[in-house]
């Protein structure tokens, strides 16, 4: 596609400006973002969150998901820029779509996300939109990435017991499982390195290969989390993303256990004054039935050694 042709395709849209070459949204958007693990309730804390006034919930859509996993990777530092640039151009030719959308608008006040003022102005294209909320689990791996890609962006880091989440993610969805590790073709597998007719994931340590292999998908599963915990850690304890004020920490077992009052410390961090009616009802259908799941499905054995290779990790956040 020439370059004459890709502004021809962004013209479409109102809000782009052809001779600069960039969307200009035509009020200040604040950005805000959801992240944790897979399987740590960052699903259900967003389907809360679309209940948020003038606002839009979006999961995965925004960025490629095999970003996270390049970015880790030594990068010239224009393609690093490159990255970093086309996330939040992508974030406003979302919202610009969306704005134009009537059935968008309707399907949301159909589940209680917006008010019927909300709704009336969505329908004749009048509804602006003043926080997206942005989720991809996977960007745990790079959390440093969105950050500084998202000017200002407020960020989220839900985690949970990393042996519950391998639970979610090994019993429910077969992640890393052998069959999955023989292509590049899965979200925790799109960089790997070729070991025997296997492929390791790059967040596996050189020389552990053996290791991994012999685990089973439940360990390794935990071996996943343990990495984006300990990344988000890193990265987010520092001195200077605390003192930005940025970012919450915030565990899933306290929301689950008390949804209106760790709801309204996460709308609050958002930018919101306070939680309104269907926000309330949204995250009262919080459950405590998944805290300790995987004592039901997995032996003693199997247990222990998920603890032994992420003990650190369970330590720092107080699991163990």
Request: charged share 25%; proline share 5%; net charge positive.
């Amino acid at each position: 596609m020439t370059s004459e042709s890709i502004v021809k395709k962004f013209e479409n849209y109102s809000n782009f400006n052809p001779v600069k070459n960039e969307f200009k949204y035509p009020f200040d958007v604040r950005y805000n973002v959801v992240l944790g693990c897979p399987r740590s309730g960052t699903t259900f804390l967003m389907n809360s969150l679309k209940a948020l006034p003038y606002s839009e919930c979006v999961s995965g859509r925004l960025s490629p998901i095999a970003i996270p996993h390049i970015v880790n990777f030594s990068l010239p530092s224009n393609i690093y820029q490159c990255l970093f640039n086309s996330l939040e151009f992508s974030a406003q030719g979302f919202l610009s779509s969306v704005e134009k959308e009537r059935f968008i608008h309707i399907s949301k006040w159909l589940t209680n996300c917006i008010s019927t003022k909300e709704l009336i102005e969505g329908l004749f294209r009048k509804r602006k939109i003043e926080s997206l909320i942005y989720k991809e689990p996977f960007l745990s791996l790079a959390p440093e990435y969105v950050y500084n890609a998202l000017p200002n962006c407020r960020i989220i880091h839900i985690y949970r017991d990393g042996r519950d989440s391998a639970d979610s993610l090994s019993r429910t969805y077969k992640t890393l499982i052998d069959e999955n590790l023989m292509h590049l073709c899965t979200s925790p597998m799109f960089l790997a390195r070729k070991y025997d007719h296997r492929y390791i994931p790059w967040w596996v340590e050189e020389g552990r290969e053996e290791k991994f292999l012999a685990c089973t998908p439940y360990v390794r599963a935990i071996w996943m989390w343990k990495e984006m915990v300990r990344r988000c850690h890193d990265f987010f304890s520092r001195p200077d993303i605390v003192a930005s004020g940025r970012v919450m920490l915030l565990r899933y077992e306290d929301l689950v256990n008390e949804p209106l009052k760790y709801g309204e410390l996460v709308v609050k961090h958002f930018g919101f004054s306070s939680m309104n009616n269907r926000l309330r009802k949204k995250f009262k259908l919080a459950k405590t039935s998944s805290i300790a799941i995987h004592q039901k499905y997995h032996d003693s054995q199997e247990i222990k050694l998920a603890e032994k290779i992420a003990k650190a990790e369970l330590e720092l956040y107080g699991y163990l």
